[in-house]
Nanobody
Framework: QVQLVESGGGLVQAGGSLRLSCAAS????????MAWFRQAAGKEREFIAA????????RYADSVKGRCTISRDNAKNTLYLQIDSRTVEDTAVYYC?????????????????WGQGTQVIVSS
């Protein structure tokens, strides 16, 4: 079992970059494919990006491709998400998730463990 805690959210202005972190504890972090999802008020949970065990393979939702970067540091048991050129449409609760497999998918149901989420509010 792995425990996940997100951080880095808050109230930010549009434009610029924001980096979210997800600290993992418990079972070996490098055993899990990892992903970021987000959920805006009144909307379904949306896949953003996933990364495989080693960090060499990533996948992104078309809606964020070119503007978000997912990465992981297995030595620090931490997952990251950088969001560039923030817009108000990025306002949401951001969740990290872990899947005990080599490659992470894009469906939330594939993931076994979730953090509590970190709120990001982007103002114009």
């Amino acid at each position: 079992q792995v425990q996940l805690v997100e951080s880095g959210g808050g109230l930010v202005q549009a434009g610029g970059s924001l980096r979210l972190s997800c600290a993992a504890s418990g079972r070996t972090f490098s055993s899990y494919a990892m992903a970021w999802f987000r959920q805006a008020a009144g909307k379904e949970r949306e896949f953003i990006a996933a990364v495989n065990l080693s960090g060499r393979n990533t996948r992104y939702a078309d809606s964020v491709k070119g503007r978000c970067t997912i990465s992981r540091d297995n030595a620090k048991n931490t997952l990251y998400l950088q969001i560039d050129s923030r817009t108000v449409e990025d306002t949401a609760v951001y969740y990290c998730a872990a899947d005990l497999s080599e490659y992470g998918g894009s469906r939330w149901i594939e993931y076994d463990y979730w953090g509590q989420g970190t709120q990001v509010i982007v103002s114009s």
